[in-house]
């Protein structure tokens, strides 16, 4: 019953920017904190950037501070990515993933209860 269903990915140049979203439904949207998960061919899946269930915390991957910015708006049970000056390292899948509020909002996989199916985000050079 409950989904996830990223968006806003494409084929984009490098500098260039893009606007993910990840739409929730069948669950509390704000019981939740909500990360982005990226996973680039033969590589294992990264931590991209973690927002708290209210969106007063947030937490980047190294390789994205400064470029990136996650955000979520709980009454439209949305969470977003503003992904500027994209670099053809940041090509990849992106999935974002809910994990029920309580310690840190940055987790191990295994805590996250549920998954999107993730979108695809190439950036050419």
């Known amino acids: 019953q409950v989904q996830l269903v990223e968006s806003g990915g494409g084929l984009v140049q490098a500098g260039d920017s893009l606007r993910l979203s990840c739409a929730a439904s069948g669950l509390t949207f704000s019981n939740y904190d909500m990360t982005w998960f990226r996973q680039a061919p033969g590589k294992e899946r990264e931590f991209v950037a973690a927002?708290?269930?209210?969106?007063?915390?947030?937490d980047y991957a190294d390789s994205v501070k400064g470029r990136f910015t996650i955000s979520r708006v709980n009454a439209k049970n949305t969470l977003y990515l503003q992904m500027n000056n994209l670099k053809p390292e940041d090509t990849a899948v992106y999935y974002c993933?809910?994990?029920?509020?309580?310690?840190?909002?940055?987790?191990?996989?295994?805590?996250?209860?549920?998954w999107g199916q993730g979108t695809q985000v190439t950036v050419s050079s």
């Open positions: 993933a809910a994990a029920f509020i309580g310690g840190p909002i940055r987790r191990p996989e295994y805590e996250y209860s549920y």
């Open positions: 927002i708290s269930y209210s969106g007063i915390s947030t």
